[in-house]
T-cell receptor
Framework: DGGITQSPKYLFRKEGQNVTLSCEQN?????MYWYRQDPGQGLRLIYY???????QKGDIAEGYSVSREKKESFPLTVTSAQKNPTAFYLC????????????FGEGSRLTVL | AQRVTQPEKLLSVFKGAPVELKCNYS??????LFWYVQYSRQRLQLLLR??SRESIKGFTADLNKGETSFHLKKPFAQEEDSAMYYC???????????FGEGTQLTVNP
């Protein structure tokens, strides 16, 4: 089954702990993205990667980190520095940087206790 | 900077009535505009893009550069149209897609 797979779907974390969200794609897409979805605020871009071993900060990168060591994988780490980490996180990919057609995963809901 | 505004967080219509979801944007160059939809318990997915000038599931959207708008319209709403709709903009350099705040559409029977 092709597409974007995010895991875990639900995650609980204590304050002060880092947590890593997984995102894997088998679409052979070059570009991958992480968005944060909050009610009433739409989707806000955290980080994006246009090619392996390269990534750029989005609009709300503070308190987050990413890596792109493999084309199919783009994990997001939510660090303890993120002041308001409880949110729904969406990973997406696109064929290339020059297309607005993104394919999304099912999302991961992180709750900080 | 690029910005997308959807002024209505919630929109409720009756089945068979026309529906219009508003989207306004600001961008200094020539933008590409998109509408994405998220049905209940489904993934966010592309509905349509302005360059295609196509109708998807009865929805159309016209880019109005003078008014900087890209409103989504359907003449006769159906219950299955109930979903969250996001307007999005991509600049000429590509890669960064900016989303609006979203509009939750409810079509009542």
């Amino acid at each position: 089954d092709g597409g974007i797979t995010q895991s875990p779907k639900y995650l609980f974390r204590k304050e002060g702990q880092n947590v890593t969200l997984s995102c894997e794609q088998n679409l052979n897409h070059d570009a991958m993205y992480w968005y944060r979805q909050d009610p009433g605020q739409g989707l806000r871009l955290i980080y994006y990667s246009q090619i392996v071993n390269d990534f750029q900060k989005g609009d709300i990168a503070e308190g987050y980190s990413v890596s792109r060591e493999k084309k199919e994988s783009f994990p997001l780490t939510v660090t303890s520095a993120q002041k308001n980490p409880t949110a729904f996180y969406l990973c997406a990919s696109s064929v290339s940087r020059n297309t607005g057609e993104l394919f999304f995963g099912e999302g991961s809901r992180l709750t900080v206790l | 900077a690029q910005r997308v505004t959807q002024p209505e967080k919630l929109l409720s219509v009756f089945k068979g009535a026309p529906v219009e979801l508003k989207c306004n944007y600001s961008y200094s160059g020539s933008p590409e505009l998109f509408w994405y939809v998220q049905y209940s318990r489904q993934r966010l997915q592309l509905l349509l893009r302005h360059i295609s000038r196509e109708s998807i599931k009865g929805f159309t959207a016209d880019l109005n550069k003078g008014e900087t708008s890209f409103h989504l319209k359907k003449p006769f709403a159906q219950e299955e149209d109930s979903a969250m709709y996001y307007c999005a903009l991509s600049g000429t350099s590509g890669s960064r897609l900016t989303f609006g705040e979203g509009t939750q559409l409810t079509v009542n029977p």
